[in-house]
């Protein structure tokens, strides 16, 4: 709209003069903080576009916000899979706002956690800070249920390292309460996630046999949660060498993997695909499979620790097959990054 764009052209920008449009774009946002079917709407060209928009007005506002932009905000966040790039401009945009919301409440800090732990962002400062929040919230609650289960659901996971035993405690709190069946499949996973994060990989796989025959008793969860949920067993059957339910998890897999499906679940898939060929000594096949995934986790999260724990796996396949020359190089650019994290 030609209003909407001299709006944005103006050096200051209140949020004054964009509330008229605000209301018409809050109308089409998810209804709820964290939308359940987030996996299922994140390749949505309408949300896309939704999104878009309020990233321009969030961006282009000057001076105080209100509560209800920072909430859309969030929520605009989480209506898509944005890249690497994108997810870290959005959290600065998200910080800025927060110091110039006069109106933050309880109900908004644990959003503004909750927002960082989705995206596995969380630092010290704010584990310390879960860690108050839910203490805080289990004797007293004072958000929403529905806010406060997708709190635990994603923060107990990033306290894996810290706290292990909290994280558990947080997570299973979902299980046991009135969430949803997508947020405790969603839990289920984290579960499982943070047992191999622990190397108890027997405790481990039971998380995951536990997640996949709930989300298969529950078909409402979706096509994508229940491949996220098959993908914790399958890695688990191939570490301990029971190949056929392996072989068949991946049959299943290929079943629901397709052009809808996130970059992150197709690299999964691949990345399994490689490792199973490896294990049986089909090592062109397994080379193929590995260089999908690097290429997928580029796509989708760029040169990350993921993309090298990726890049990895295809030198050792290229040993195998003695291409010495090009697993040297993948090794050098792999051990490159690595001094460069230390």
């Not at 928009?53 to 920072?70: T, Y």
């Not at 690497?84 to 927060?98: G, P, S, T």
């Not at 306290?159 to 405790?184: C, D, F, M, T, W």
């Not at 295809?314 to 291409?323: A, D, F, M, S, V």
């Amino acid at each position: 709209h030609p209003l909407i764009a001299q709006c944005l052209r103006r050096k200051t920008v209140t949020e004054g003069a964009i509330r008229p449009f605000l209301q018409g774009i809050r109308s089409l946002l998810p209804e709820f903080y964290i939308e359940d079917g987030w996996n299922d709407q994140a390749d949505s060209r309408e949300l896309q576009k939704i999104y878009r928009i309020m990233r321009s007005f969030a961006g282009s506002v000057s001076g105080p916000v209100s509560r209800e932009l920072f909430r859309d905000w969030c929520v605009s966040m989480h209506s898509v899979a944005p890249t690497k790039l994108e997810r870290d401009q959005n959290l600065a945009l998200l910080d800025d706002m927060k110091k110039r919301c006069a109106n933050m409440d309880e109900e908004l800090e644990v959003l503004y956690v909750t927002v960082y732990a989705f995206f596995d962002c969380v630092d010290g400062k704010m584990t310390a800070e879960i860690a108050e929040i839910y203490e805080k919230q289990k004797e007293h609650l004072t958000v929403s249920p529905e806010l406060f289960y997708k709190f635990c659901c994603h923060a107990g996971y990033n306290l894996a390292q810290e706290n292990p035993e909290l994280g558990r405690e947080i997570l299973v709190r979902v299980l046991e309460g009135e969430a949803s069946a997508s947020l405790k499949a969603t839990t289920y996973y984290h579960l499982t996630y943070l047992y191999i994060s622990q190397e108890k990989l027997s405790e481990a796989l039971e998380w995951g046999e536990q997640g996949l025959a709930f989300v298969r008793a529950h078909p409402e969860c979706g096509k994508l949660m229940t491949i996220y949920n098959m993908v914790g067993p399958c890695n688990l059957y191939l570490v301990f060498g029971r190949t056929d339910e392996a072989e068949e998890l991946l049959r299943q897999m290929g079943e629901l993997i397709g052009e809808d499906s996130l970059p992150s679940q197709r690299a999964e898939y691949t990345q399994l695909c490689g490792i199973c060929a490896m294990n049986q000594g089909r090592l062109e096949e397994a080379l193929s499979e590995c260089r999908k995934s690097v290429e997928l986790v580029l796509e989708y999260s760029g040169k990350v620790d993921t993309y090298y724990v990726e890049l990895s796996q295809t030198g050792t396949i290229l040993i195998y097959l003695k291409r010495y020359p090009e697993a040297v190089e993948i090794y050098e650019e792999a051990l490159a990054y690595a001094k460069a994290q230390q």
